[in-house]
C-alpha cells in the first residue's frame, strides 16, 4: 500500500543543495521533484525546525546543540556554508513555513521525526500536532503527509496526537520482529536501508501489506533491482542522476 510518488529527494534535494534547507526544496523543483523527505527536531523552546544533527559542527557552525538552542537563534544559523560559498546564509527553515511552502507547490512530504536524545514523544507530538493543523480539512490521503521515524516512542505520541495522520516505521536493517512493530504501531509503510535489504524481505514486506521504501539508494542500477523487487519508493540524494519518473 503506497499512494505517493516512487522518487522522493532525501533531506529536501539530496546532494544538490544544502540539505534540509528551502535551496534543497528549490533544488527539487528544478530537477521535476514533487515528493521530498526531510528531518524535524526540535528547539529548547519546542519548536520543530528541519533539521538532521542534534549538534552543530557538520551543517551549522560552532559548537551547541539543538535541544538546547531556542528556534530564534537556530533559524538565523548559516546552514549552507559548509555546502558551498553560494549558499552562504541559508537560513535553518522552521518546520511550518517549509511545510507551507512544500503545500504551496504541490510537493509532497515525508516528515521524518527525528528526536534529540531523550525528546521522543515530544517531537512526535509536536509534529504530529503540528502536521494535523496544517492540514486541517484534507481527506486525500495521497496529499497527506507521511510521519516517519526510527523511534517507536516518537511514532505513539504522533499516533495519539494525531491518529488520522499516516505513520511509518524506519529501521537500518529489518528487524526479526519488524511486522509485530509495524502491526503495532499502526504503520502504512516501512522504511528501510537498502543495503541491508533482500528480494525475500522486500517480498515479506510486501506480502504484509505495507508500503515500502528504500533510503538512501543512488545508483541506478540499484533503483532499477529494488524496484524489480516490488518496493514502491526510492529515497534519492541523487535526484541529479535518478529523474523523478524513473521507473
Ligand atoms: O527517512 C529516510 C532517511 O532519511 C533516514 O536516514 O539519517 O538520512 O535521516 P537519515
Ligand atoms: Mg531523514
Known amino acids: 500500500m503506497w499512494p505517493y510518488l516512487t522518487m522522493i ?7 544538490t543543495a544544502p540539505e534540509n534547507t528551502f535551496a534543497a526544496l528549490a533544488a ?18 519546542g519548536i520543530g525546525v528541519v533539521m538532521h544533527d542534534p549538534d552543530f559542527g557538520r551543517t551549522l557552525p560552532g559548537q551547541g ?20 560559498p553560494t549558499f ?20 509532497w512530504m515525508n516528515v521524518e521525526i527525528k528526536p534529540a536524545p531523550g525528546h521522543d514523544e515530544a517531537t512526535g507530538r ?21 510521519l516517519s521515524s526510527f523511534s517507536a516512542a516518537a511514532l505513539r505520541a504522533a499516533r495519539a496526537a494525531a491518529p488520522e495522520l499516516p505513520r511509518a516505521i524506519a529501521f ?19 522504511h528501510v536501508d537498502h543495503r541491508h535489504l533482500t528480494a525475500a524481505q522486500a517480498a515479506a514486506v510486501k506480502a504484509a501489506g505495507f508500503g515500502l521504501f528504500c533510503y538512501t539508494v543512488n545508483d541506478p542500477a540499484r533503483a532499477r533491482t ?8 526510492i529515497c534519492t540524494d541523487r535526484i541529479d542522476l535518478l529523474p523523478p519518473d524513473f521507473k
Open 9 to 15: 529527494a532525501h533531506r529536501g534535494g539530496g546532494t
Open 172 to 190: 537500518g536493517a529489518l528487524p526479526p520482529d519488524w511486522e509485530a512493530q509495524a502491526r503495532e504501531l499502526g504503520v502504512l509503510s516501512v
Open 88 to 107: 552562504a546564509g541559508e537560513p535553518v527553515p522552521l518546520f511550518v513555513p517549509y511545510a507551507e511552502f512544500c503545500k504551496g507547490h504541490g510537493i
Open 65 to 84: 546543540s539543538i535541544a538546547t538552542t531556542d528556534a530564534a537563534a537556530i533559524a538565523a544559523m548559516d546552514a549552507g556554508s559548509w555546502f558551498g
Open 28 to 45: 527539487g523543483l528544478r530537477h521535476g521533484y514533487h515528493a521530498v523527505e526531510f528531518d524535524v527536531m526540535l528547539s529548547r523552546d
Open 226 to 233: 529494488l524496484l524489480d523487487w516490488g518496493v514502491d519508493a
Open 126 to 146: 509536536w509534529v504530529a500536532e503540528t502536521a494535523r493543523r496544517l492540514f486541517a480539512g484534507e481527506s486525500d490521503l495521497a496529499k497527506l503527509p507521511l
